[in-house]
């Protein structure tokens, strides 16, 4: 794709937007496309090209459920724009979460062109900022930016197999720790904070455990304590484990903090990036 068009951005492992202002034959461009990543990768793809990302991603899902696009679907008129709108669900829109769906529901707000006829004063006072924005780009208005650099990761794991089986606690909390100090420096390091947390053991049988954290947080000893946690609830004497690991499940660029939080955050942070300093100039974890 980096080929074919003046700007990408990778979206995900199988998706990415690409700018095509300044082309002149979009058709033509967009049927080189699907034939040639088709071809060179032997994975169909559809191709979606609109205004706006979130009409070329309404673009997308047209081209690839409908045989007669030849998976390539084109909104450049306001009368495909309408129809196409017309034909989508409001809890298939992209950036519509099941909340915000389930809300506009309520207003009778069927489809995506339902949400584009709601005023501008209620979408800003009843939306999120994210849902107002959906609610521009739906009628057009173009204001969700290319980024050119990977976005930051909407999931963090870190685990690793055991050399042998292992039946103790104490060794597998060792590794526990690790892995959660492993992920709460990525999430220092890509700016953001975990909501929550999932540990995970392997015997012959997957158990696991989803911690929600008290406030978002990227602090070393917060997330190792409540990874610590989740291992003591799941584990069971008399097993033989052979893996071990901590995924971060949901992931926040702000933290709000607790009413009742009486961690000295600010000494913490100095904390944190004397941590991060050791751990980049030696090569290892603390």
């Known amino acids: 794709l980096a080929g074919l068009a003046p700007e990408l951005e990778v979206y ?56 007669a696009y030849n998976r390539l679907c084109i909104i450049d008129t306001e009368e495909k724009r309408i129809k196409a709108l017309q034909l989508t669900n409001i809890g298939d829109v992209w950036g519509i979460g099941r909340r915000q769906a389930a809300k506009l529901e309520k207003q009778g707000v069927k489809t995506a062109y339902d949400f584009t006829q709601l005023s501008g004063a209620w979408v800003r006072k009843n939306m999120t900022v994210v849902g107002e924005r959906t ?28 050399g042998k089986m292992l039946t103790d606690i104490d060794t597998m909390a060792e590794a526990i720790a690790t892995h959660a100090s492993t992920c709460a420096k990525k999430l220092r390091k ?32 917060e997330i190792v304590h409540y990874a610590l946690i989740g291992l003591k609830t799941i584990f069971m004497n008399g097993y033989q484990y052979k893996k071990a690991g901590v995924i971060i499940t949901e992931i926040t660029e702000g933290a709000q903090l607790g009413l009742f939080d009486s961690v000295d955050r600010e000494k913490r942070e100095r904390l944190q990036k004397a941590i991060d300093k050791i751990n980049g100039e030696h090569n290892q974890f603390v």
């Open 135 to 162: 609610w521009k780009e739906l009628r057009g208005i173009s204001c969700i930016d290319m980024e050119s650099a990977p976005p930051a990761k909407k999931q963090i794991c870190t685990s690793r197999s055991f």
């Open 190 to 221: 890509q700016k953001s904070y975990a909501i929550s947390l999932m540990v995970f053991i392997h015997t012959n049988n997957f158990r696991d455990i989803i911690i929600h954290l008290p406030i978002p947080t990227n602090d070393t000893q």
């Open 12 to 67: 995900s492992i199988d998706e990415a937007f690409i700018n095509l202002d300044g082309i002149q034959d979009i058709q033509s461009l967009g049927t080189r496309i699907v034939n040639q990543v088709t071809r060179g990768t032997g994975i169909p793809v559809s191709l979606g090209i609109a205004p706006t990302k979130t009409l070329a991603k309404v673009a997308n899902k047209f081209a690839k459920k409908y045989p």
